[in-house]
């Protein structure tokens, strides 16, 4: 039976927020407790989105343990993002660090403790005192199950303030009228196969991660990046895709996580000859340099003869020397990964590691209010009314081209606040709702009869795992011109092919056919953003690194070719054309003085 308008239900509200992760229950949290009527969509339940897995912290420099401040936090994060980040955003953020986690820290959250009471923190790659001297410790935990702390407290004052959820409903796409303001979304009820249209004066996307794109990755399955896709269709540009984190620590072979408080705590990497090989790297971090930087010299040994195992193609991370007692206080979920998915005990042996997909620092463009910006006019950031971004979706941008950990616990916490109130704001001033154009479902009911009407057609998981091969290869940690300018033909001609998915099975109770099919549309989206904008960076930047640009001879100082001259700006995809613009990065913040570029060592 196919999809019809006169079958659909409409629902009014006065926000709806795509996504139950950390970031969409934070700003949820801020509207339900304005008296505001707000509906969170969710595909899974609330607390099975991906910020439960969220392991190692929330930076913020609280200096708990060892002497911190913001400005030390800024200059970090500035220095991270390889100077990619907008300055404005990041002070922004790393002032409202302490006070966002203190937040956090009265609504329940079981942080670990010091013995005198305080918020426990660790060391974190990246995270220094006094301006790279030494490591600070900065990342406040839970164990290693910070996000699973944060996400359940977050749920648990989202009943209390009567947030309504919507579990497993899986929103489809943004509706904009006639001016171009976002006034509702389309969405799926997994349950019953039905397609409603649920009305508001704000729309806020807290869909996540788009990790899936990658063959081997960290995330969880449904980090499909469906904001992206419904951003990315309806005529918003995707901004620096090509910037995607690998975790230096994934399980070999598992592409589970094992977070960077493992070494957070002091555990160490080995290459083949038993040697610490962070040393010659990053003399001053060693182990605890930026993911970025972990990552390329990992794949770096492994490429030179010095990884282990029977094919060379891993290194090892020890941890035996922490002690079987701070290994099961501080990391007892490390511990049962080790066991459960790699079959060793890390109180006794080291654990193969590779370099995993785990971030992307790119997303939906957004100011600090969460607003989404295009270009417009002349004009860079003008606002698209009714819409905003915040979490692992958007970009705002504080992680430029490499996010330090524990930074987007923190950016779910800071932007989710600033969203909220900002759409609180909004709300009391605008008291109806602008009219649903009368075309409100249509794209979502084309896209769903053209799959219901094809039997025949491709089945979606052989287009996605061809997707996740692509990315795989001509998107990884050392990249070539050559082999992007590939990736970008593949991608380009599986993007066809996604128009040719088709369904077997049309029945509409709980078909997750239909589910992955759609979710497939998001994935080449976010896949055609990053393919495209990374094969057109002629530079090194942060995680984006290409061997045709590397020690270029006119720019002696900068020791992996990163290109200032050229290159200080963000790149913003467009799905309808296939192609770029840029803008200008943002070097100034809001009150201190900017860090101008320089090289980048540790
Ligand atoms: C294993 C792992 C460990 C990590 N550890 C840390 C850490 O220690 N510190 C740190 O700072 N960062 C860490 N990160 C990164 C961080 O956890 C994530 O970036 C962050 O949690 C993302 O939160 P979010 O709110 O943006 O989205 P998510 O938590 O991914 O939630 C997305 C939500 O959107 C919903 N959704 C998606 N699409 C749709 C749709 N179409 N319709 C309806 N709902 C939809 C999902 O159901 C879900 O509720 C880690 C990430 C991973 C993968």
């Given at each position: 039976m196919s999809y019809t308008s006169s079958s659909i239900t409409k629902r009014k509200f006065d926000v709806v927020i795509v996504g139950a992760g950390g970031s969409g229950m934070r700003a949820s949290l801020q509207l339900a407790r304005a008296g505001l009527n707000v509906a969170v969509l969710s595909?899974?339940?609330?607390?099975?989105?991906?910020?439960?897995?969220?392991?190692g912290g929330i930076g913020a420099s609280l200096g708990n343990m060892s002497e911190d401040n913001w400005h030390y936090h800024f200059y970090d994060t500035v220095k991270g993002s390889d100077w990619l980040g907008d300055q404005d955003a990041i002070e922004y953020m790393c002032r409202e660090a302490p006070k966002v986690v203190y937040e956090l820290e009265h609504f329940g959250m079981p942080f670990d403790r010091n013995p005198d009471g305080t918020i426990y923190q660790r060391p974190f790659g990246g995270h220094t005192a006094n301006y790279g001297e030494k490591p600070v410790q900065r990342a406040c935990a839970a164990a290693d199950r910070t996000g699973h702390a944060m996400l359940h407290t977050l749920y648990q004052q989202n009943v209390s303030a009567k947030t309504q959820f919507f579990v497993e409903w899986m929103a489809l796409d943004l509706i904009r009228d006639a001016e171009g303001d976002v006034v509702g979304v389309t969405a799926l009820e997994m349950e019953t196969g039905d397609l409603h249209i649920l009305q508001a004066k704000t729309v806020l996307l807290a869909t996540g991660g788009a990790g899936r794109i990658f063959a081997a990755s960290t995330n969880a399955f449904i980090n499909t990046g469906d904001g992206l896709g419904m951003a990315a269709r309806s005529g918003i540009p995707l901004q620096d895709m090509e910037f995607w984190q690998f975790h230096p620590?994934?399980?070999?072979?598992?592409?589970v996580l094992l977070t960077e408080g493992c070494r957070g705590e002091g555990a160490i990497l080995l290459n083949n000859k038993g040697e610490r090989f962070m040393e010659r790297y990053a003399p001053t971090l060693k182990d605890l340099a930026p993911r970025d930087f972990v990552s390329r010299s990992m794949d770096q040994e492994i490429k030179e003869g010095?990884?282990?195992g029977p094919n060379g193609d891993y290194v090892l991370l020890k941890l035996d020397h922490l002690g079987a007692e701070t290994i099961h206080k501080r990391l007892p979920s490390v511990y049962e990964i080790g066991v459960n998915?790699?079959?060793?005990?890390i109180t006794k042996e080291p654990i193969p590691v590779v370099p995993t997909i785990h971030y992307q620092m790119g997303g939906i463009p957004t100011n600090i209010n969460g607003q989404v910006v295009v270009q417009q006019n002349g004009n860079d950031r003008a606002i698209v009314n009714g819409l905003y971004a915040v979490g692992?979706?958007?970009?705002?941008?504080?992680?430029?081209a490499n996010r330090l950990g524990t930074n987007s616990l923190l950016d779910l916490l800071v932007f989710g606040k600033s969203a909220g109130n900002h759409i609180v704001e909004f709300a009391s001033r605008t008291k109806s709702h602008k009219e649903l154009p009368k075309d409100a479902a249509d794209k979502s009911l084309a896209r769903l009869n053209r799959l219901d009407s094809d039997a025949k057609g491709e089945y979606c998981q052989t287009v996605a795992n061809d997707i996740r091969a692509t990315m795989q290869q001509h998107a990884g940690v050392f990249r070539t011109q050559a082999s992007m300018d590939e990736g970008v033909r593949k991608i380009n001609a599986i993007r066809e092919r996604v128009g040719g998915i088709g369904l077997k099975d049309t029945s509409k109770v709980f078909n997750m056919a239909r589910i992955e099919a759609l979710e497939v549309e998001n994935l080449i989206e976010c896949a055609q953003a990053t393919m495209i904008s990374a094969a057109a960076r002629k530079e090194c930047r942060g995680a984006h690194t290409v061997k045709d640009y590397e020690h270029p001879a006119d720019h002696p100082t900068a020791p992996l070719g990163r290109d200032d001259a050229n290159w200080m700006k963000h790149t913003l995809w467009h799905s309808a054309s296939n192609s770029l613009t840029y803008k200008a990065v943002n070097l100034k913040p809001l009150t201190v003085e900017s860090v101008p570029p320089k090289v980048r060592t540790f």
């Open positions: 595909k899974v339940f609330p607390t099975r989105s991906h910020t439960v897995a969220a392991q620590t994934g399980v070999a072979g598992a592409g010095r990884g282990c998915f790699a079959n060793v005990d692992e979706c958007s970009c705002v941008s504080v992680h430029g």
